[in-house]
């Protein structure tokens, strides 16, 4: 039982480039989230997606898309990548109606 | 705008004693709470959840809820080395999916 992997790990792209972050969870969830987190901020919701088949808007969704491409997997996308997107990435699950996320081990992406 | 707030730190606790971390949060209508560690480099790991007033204990953790102060903690009992990490209070308002997370209390036990 692998919980919440996320692919890559690490990653640098040049300003302008485009990327998907890649998530899947094996708990049977039906709720998954992306974050990202920046030295001394707290986590920061990017998208969610309460139930397979939806998404929205978290606190911060300017620049990403994301698509919820089953139950398992949850993909977020950069278009067009600009350096304030440097920062690391957390993708997260939980069961709808309980809000005890999972993480997974984050991408850490540099955009030069 | 929902606000959870957390002192910063860092925290130094010598092994042994008990580590008291807090948060506040802005909304009333606040409905779960939870308590993430996190160690550098790695991802956050719940390691509490509390829905009602009053104490929560597991273990060394005992989460504490106040929701007329609007204020919520965790007490780690006999700290030790190992429990040296960033702490992340995390609140969930009703109905939605849009958890708030605090920006974390870094705690050092000494050995």
């Known amino acids: 039982n692998a919980g919440v992997t996320q692919t890559p790990k690490f990653q640098v792209l040049k300003t302008g480039q485009s990327m998907t972050l890649q998530c899947a969870q094996d708990m049977n969830h039906n709720s998954m989230y992306w974050y990202r987190q920046d030295p001394g901020m707290g986590l920061r919701l990017i998208y969610y997606s309460a139930s397979e088949g939806t998404t929205d808007k978290g606190e911060v969704p300017n620049g990403y898309n994301v698509s919820r491409l089953n139950k398992r997997e949850f993909s977020l996308r950069l278009e067009s990548a600009a350096p304030s997107q440097t920062s690391v990435y957390f993708c997260?699950?939980?069961?709808?109606?309980?809000?005890?996320?999972?993480f997974g081990p984050g991408t850490r992406l540099t955009v030069t | 705008q929902k606000e959870v707030e957390q002192n910063s730190g860092p925290l130094s606790v010598p092994e042994g004693a008990i580590a008291s971390l807090n948060c506040t949060y802005s909304?009333?209508?606040?409905?779960?709470f939870f308590w993430y560690r996190q160690y550098s480099g790695k991802s956050p790991e719940l390691i509490m959840s509390i829905y009602s007033n009053g104490d929560k204990e597991d273990g060394r953790f005992t989460a504490q809820l106040n929701k007329a102060s609007q204020y919520v903690s965790l007490l780690i009992r006999d700290s030790q080395p190992s429990d040296s990490a960033t702490y992340l209070c995390?609140?969930?308002?009703?109905?939605?999916?849009?958890?708030?997370f605090g920006a974390g209390t870094r705690l050092f036990v000494k050995a």
């Open positions: 909304d009333r209508g606040s409905q779960s």
């Open positions: 997260a699950s939980s069961q709808q109606g309980d809000y005890e996320q999972y």
């Open positions: 995390a609140v969930n308002w009703a109905g939605g999916f849009k958890t708030i």
